[in-house]
Structures are given as structure tokens and as C-alpha cells.
T-cell receptor, first 113, second 109 residues
Framework: GAVVSQHPSWVICKSGTSVKIECRSL??????MFWYRQFPKQSLMLMATSNEGSKATYEQGVEKDKFLINHASLTLSTLTVTSAHPEDSSFYICSAASSGRQYFGPGTRLTVT | RKEVEQDPGPFNVPEGATVAFNCTYS??????FFWYRQDCRKEPKLLMSVYSSGNEDGRFTAQLNRASQYISLLIRDSKLSDSATYLCVVNRGYSTLTFGKGTMLLVSP
């Protein structure tokens, strides 16, 4: 149980375009999901906390207008990277909270050319 | 000071060796503590929680010293499959996790 999926698993896009990443909890409901970003040889950095039915809470330094988060249902949160630039290339990982634990998705590798 | 600090390694050990990783955290109000394992280009996976009394899971032993704000992980009888990056993780409340940069372990035959 407690499986989290992400789609797509990898994506290559051109600079200036937008990319949407989906995070789904497959066998449980999650009122809270988290979005992380990990650059090579760096730690996972929390970008935002996504709460179902309300606005996401962004960490300091993360632009909410650039990284749009929607958590419209108890099993789905989406992260849209708007006007992507090469410096946005990273590994984006979501997690879903259940019973005090976080369950991680397999991650989405974004490359912006 | 970073919230969670770890020696990045890499730690190169032969199979069968015992290896220890350390971690310090800065927020004394941190509530719970974990070790995660992350393989290259994969998501982190929970290895074990860490309790003040110390806890053991097979070849893995974790310790927490709240007074020193120090967490450790001991791996005995290292296997090739233990090669990975080990992440020290602190829950600072409201299910919000803070990750260390990780310590890389390479176990060789």
C-alpha cells in the first residue's frame, strides 16, 4: 500500500515553454502533498506544501507564480513549471502524507534546452 | 548553519565492513528523525526511524542524541547492495521534512 506515482518520469522541453507534472496517491487519500526539487549532488529541497482545496504554501525563495501548484482532489496534485529555463532543469519529486509518514513518488527528471 | 549537516563522503568500504554515518541538526525543536536511502536517480526510500533509545533493524542501528542534536547510523556486515546515498532527515513539524545532502557509501567486493 501507500503508492505514489508521478507522470511523466522524464521530460525534455524547450526554454520558455510550460511543463506540468502530476503526482497521484494510488491507494490512499492525501490531504497534504509536498513538492521537492533536487539538483545533482544536492539535497532534496522542499519547494512547497500542497493542501487539498486550498492554496499551496511555498518555501522561501520559491516563486509561486513560476511554480504553479494545484491540489484539486485528495489523490492528485500537479506542479506546473511555467516559462521554463535551463536552470529549472532538475529532479522533481513529490510525496504524499499519510498517517504521519511521507510516501515519495518516483520523481520526474526535467531537462530544459 | 545548515539545518541538517552530513559528511558527503564517499565512504569506500569492502564487503563485510562496518561503517558509521553521522548527522547533526540545528533546530532543537525538531520532532522526529529518520534515515532514508537514495539510489542514483531514484526517489528516497525510508530506511528507518530514529529514536532516543536507539533502534536496530537487522544490520542497521540508529541512534539519536537530542542533547547534542546528533544522529548516527551504523551498518554492519556491509553488502554490495548497501551502496547508495544515505540521507539524514528531520521532521520540523507539520509533517515537513528537512533533508541532509546525504552521505555516499560505496561497498566494493
Amino acid at each position: 500500500g501507500a503508492v505514489v506515482s508521478q507522470h511523466p518520469s522524464w521530460v525534455i522541453c524547450k526554454s520558455g515553454t510550460s511543463v506540468k507534472i502530476e503526482c497521484r496517491s494510488l491507494d490512499f487519500q492525501a490531504t497534504t502533498m509536498f513538492w521537492y526539487r533536487q539538483f545533482p549532488k544536492q539535497s532534496l529541497m522542499l519547494m512547497a506544501t500542497s493542501n487539498e482545496g486550498s492554496k499551496a504554501t511555498y518555501e522561501q525563495g520559491v516563486e509561486k507564480d513560476k511554480f504553479l501548484i494545484n491540489h484539486a482532489s485528495l489523490t492528485l496534485s500537479t506542479l506546473t513549471v511555467t516559462s521554463a529555463h535551463p536552470e529549472d532543469s532538475s529532479f522533481y519529486i513529490c510525496s504524499a502524507a499519510s498517517s504521519g509518514r511521507q510516501y515519495f513518488g518516483p520523481g520526474t527528471r526535467l531537462t530544459v534546452t | 548553519r545548515k539545518e541538517v549537516e552530513q559528511d558527503p563522503g564517499p565512504f569506500n568500504v569492502p564487503e563485510g565492513a562496518t561503517v558509521a554515518f553521522n548527522c547533526t541538526y540545528s533546530n532543537s525543536a525538531s520532532q522526529s528523525f529518520f534515515w532514508y536511502r537514495q539510489d542514483c536517480r531514484k526517489e528516497p526510500k525510508l530506511l528507518m526511524s530514529v529514536y532516543s533509545s536507539g533502534n536496530e533493524d537487522g544490520r542497521f542501528t540508529a541512534q539519536l542524541n537530542r542533547a547534542s542534536q546528533y544522529i548516527s547510523l551504523l551498518i554492519r556486515d556491509s553488502k554490495l547492495s548497501d551502496s547508495a546515498t544515505y540521507l539524514c532527515v528531520v521532521n520540523r513539524g507539520y509533517s515537513t521534512l528537512t533533508f541532509g545532502k546525504g552521505t555516499m557509501l560505496l561497498v566494493s567486493p
